[in-house]
Nanobody
Framework: QVQLVESGGGLVQAGGSLRLSCAAS????????LGWFRQAPGKEREFVAG????????AYADSVKGRFTISRDNAKNTVYLQMNSLNPDDTAVYYC????????????????WGQGTQVTVTS
């Protein structure tokens, strides 16, 4: 069982940066692949970035490659999403997700989800 709590969202101007955090409870955090998704108003939830349990492999949506970086600290039971060069299209609620396989996370089929954190980018 894993519980996920996101933080770090907020209001930022275009071109700015934010770092999201997702703190997880559960002794087996280091066994899980983790990912970030986002959902903008009127749009479907979409995959943003994912990372394997070891941190050795990552995956990104084309729309964020080169701007966003996912990382994890298993000692702190936390996964991060560093977001740079933000633009208004990045405005959404961002969710953290966890499951055993990165492929499962990337497909949006994770068993565990956080409650989300709002990111708003103004032009």
């Amino acid at each position: 069982q894993v519980q996920l709590v996101e933080s770090g969202g907020g209001l930022v101007q275009a071109g700015g940066s934010l770092r999201l955090s997702c703190a997880a409870s559960g002794r087996t955090f280091s066994s899980y692949a983790l990912g970030w998704f986002r959902q903008a108003p009127g749009k479907e939830r979409e995959f943003v970035a994912g990372i394997t349990w070891s941190g050795g492999n990552t995956a990104y949506a084309d729309s964020v490659k080169g701007r966003f970086t996912i990382s994890r600290d298993n000692a702190k039971n936390t996964v991060y999403l560093q977001m740079n060069s933000l633009n208004p299209d990045d405005t959404a609620v961002y969710y953290c997700a966890a499951d055993f396989a990165l492929s499962t996370v990337q497909a949006g089929l994770s068993d565990y989800w956080g409650q989300g954190t709002q990111v708003t980018v103004t032009s």
